[in-house]
């Protein structure tokens, strides 16, 4: 899939900010796909708005309308599936997934999580960063597995924390980079370059980097 043709589902809980940068980035090209559905569990919330918007598909399908989960779940894959897409992205989406979704997209479901995985999987992962008295955080993309926030990772971006540091803080700062790096890691599958090699993913034509490092605090200290 190296042209426009690659189409993506993106499934959301909430505002919708990393979806607003994947819109972006498909509008100016950035990612060679399009968005072909967006799903919301929750009605009425503004990644609803936001797709609306830019002319995208939208689908309500309310979780609490189930008695079952993979009901919930098929119920979303036969939109998603409808709609042709390739790739499905979960974007601040605030559901567990069973087996049965993952097995179904094995390979074609990204997430983007607010830490650098494996450390701080689940939530709150802001605030035990804090208490863990780390350097740096970050955020990071990955291919869905069974175990949560433990898929192959695809791209990482680091921020250092700051002595004064809150959580709200700390927040603001990683989200600006899941903006840069979740277009990326869908403009990369997008252009079919990623592979997936048991817990690992390889990238087509790897840019070669310098030995570098990054350190907090700075040795200019």
């Known amino acids: ?33 399009r968005i072909a559905l967006v799903i919301s569990n929750n009605p009425g ?12 598909p ?10 079952r989960r993979e009901a919930f779940e098929q119920a ?31 390979g074609r479901l990204l997430n983007i999580h607010p830490a650098l995985l494996p450390a701080f999987p689940g939530l709150h992962v802001q605030q035990q960063a804090l208490e863990a008295g780390v350097r740096f955080s970050g955020a990071t993309v ?29 927040s603001r700062r990683i989200l600006v980079q899941e903006h840069r790096i979740y ?7 997008a252009q079919g370059r990623l592979h997936i090699v048991g817990n690992r993913v390889l990238i087509d034509t790897p840019r070669e980097l310098p030995d ?3 350190i907090n605090p700075s040795p200019r200290v």
Do not use: K
């Open 45 to 56: 919330v503004l990644g609803i708005e936001r797709a609306q918007r830019a002319g995208i």
């Open 142 to 170: 990955h291919f869905v597995s069974t175990t949560v926030d433990a898929g192959p990772i695809v791209a990482q971006a680091v921020v250092p924390v700051l002595p004064d540091d809150d959580v709200p803080a700390l």
């Open 183 to 189: 277009p990326l890691a869908a403009r990369l599958f």
């Open 212 to 214: 570098q490092a990054l």
């Open 58 to 67: 939208v689908t309500v399908i309310d979780h609490r309308g189930f008695d």
């Open 76 to 106: 979303m894959a036969r939109e998603l599936d409808a709609a042709g897409v390739a790739l499905v992205c979960l974007a601040g989406f605030m559901r567990v997934l069973t087996s049965w979704f993952v097995g179904h997209y094995q």
């Open 1 to 33: 899939m190296t042209d426009r043709s690659c189409a993506i589902g993106v499934l959301i809980s909430g505002s919708g900010s990393n979806l607003q940068a994947l819109i972006d980035r498909c509008a100016d090209g950035t990612i060679p796909g």
